[in-house]
C-alpha cells in the first residue's frame, strides 16, 4: 500500500490532519517512532536526533560532523518502519526519506502567518508581537536544520505532490484531499516502485552499518543496490579495509552478493 508524508509549518494543524488521513486510510499514524527505531536499531541515543531535528541554539556547530550519521540512520529506520506501506508520518523531512519512490504521496501543510499568529495567540498566551516573533525564529531554525541535513528548501512546493493551505481549507477537508489522493492509483505501488523501495530499504541498511561501524565510520563510499546485489564504490587509503567492508555488507539483512569497485587515493594525496 501507499505511504503518505505530512510536513508542516508549525502551528498549521499539520498533525491532527496526518492523524484524521490515517484514521480515514486505515494507516498508521508514526512520528517520533521513527526515532525510537533509530536508537534501538543503531544505538544512538533518541536524545541526539531529537536535538538535530527539533533542539533550537547552535547545535549544526556541535553535531556538524554526525550530520550525515543521522540523515543516514534516520533513512534506515524509516525504511524498516515503512515496511508493508499504511503509514502516515508527520514529522521532520520525511519528504527526503524516500527518493525516487512512486507510491510515496508526499505532502506540504501551509498557513498564513495570520492564522498561525492566532493559533500560537491561543495555545501560547502571547500577544501579536511576540507571537510573529516566535514563529519567525521557529521557521528560522527549522529552515537552516533541513537545509543542513538535506540541502533543501523545504518549503519549496516543487519538492511535493500535494500542498494545502489550512487558512482556508479546514482539517477534516485537508484530510479527505490526502485521502483521495492516497487512494490514485499513481500513488499505489507497483512492482517497479516496490522493487525501487526494498533497493532504497537494503542501500540505507548498509550505509548504516558501515556508518556505526568503529572501522568504516569515516569512510566516504558510493552505495547502491539492485535486486539485493549491492555495489559498493569509493577511495580508500588502506586496501584491507575492503575486506571488512564487504564482511559488513554481507551481515546486512537482503544482501545477496556484494560487488565492489574501490581504488587507492591519487598519488599525489598518498606522497605530498
Known amino acids: ?63 556538524l560532523e554526525s550530520l550525515r550519521l543521522y540523515r543516514i540512520t534516520l533513512q534506515a529506520a524509516m525504511c524498516e518502519v515503512a515496511q508493508g506501506g ?22 506540504l501543510i501551509i498557513a498564513s502567518m495570520d492564522y498561525r499568529i492566532e493559533q500560537v495567540k491561543t495555545r501560547r498566551g502571547l500577544d501579536n508581537t511576540n507571537a510573529r516573533q516566535f514563529l519567525k525564529e521557529l521557521d528560522r531554525v527549522r529552515g537552516r536544520r533541513l537545509r543542513a541535513l538535506f540541502n533543501i528548501d523545504w518549503q519549496d512546493p516543487i519538492g511535493y505532490d ?69 555495489y559498493i564504490s569509493g577511495i580508500l587509503a588502506d586496501p584491507d579495509l575492503e575486506k571488512e567492508i564487504v564482511r559488513i555488507a554481507k551481515g546486512v539483512s537482503g544482501v545477496t552478493d556484494t560487488v565492489t569497485d574501490i581504488e587507492p587515493p591519487p598519488i599525489e594525496y598518498m606522497h605530498p
Open 1 to 63: 500500500m501507499s505511504i503518505v508524508t505530512v510536513s508542516h509549518a508549525a502551528f498549521t494543524g499539520g498533525s491532527e490532519i496526518a492523524q484524521k488521513t490515517a484514521l480515514n486510510l486505515n494507516y498508521r499514524s508514526i512520528n517520533r517512532e521513527v526515532l525510537i527505531e533509530a536508537s534501538q536499531r543503531y544505538g544512538i541515543p533518541e536524545a541526539k536526533f531529537t536535538e538535530v531535528l527539533e533542539t533550537e541554539g547552535h547545535w549544526w556547530e556541535r553535531w
Open 86 to 107: 499504511r503509514i502516515v508520518y508527520h514529522g521532520r523531512a520525511g519528504q527526503e526519506l524516500f527518493p525516487g519512490i512512486r507510491h510515496v504521496l508526499k505532502v
Open 162 to 230: 500535494l500542498v494545502i493551505n489550512t487558512s482556508r481549507i479546514t482539517p477534516e477537508t485537508a484530510a479527505d484531499l490526502i485521502t483521495q489522493t492516497a487512494s490514485r492509483a499513481e500513488f499505489q505501488p507497483t512492482a517497479d516502485s516496490e522493487k525501487a523501495f526494498g533497493d532504497l530499504t537494503i542501500t540505507a541498511r548498509v550505509q548504516a552499518a558501515l556508518i556505526t561501524s568503529a572501522r568504516t565510520r569515516n569512510v566516504i563510499l558510493n552505495v547502491r543496490s539492485d535486486g539485493g546485489r549491492v
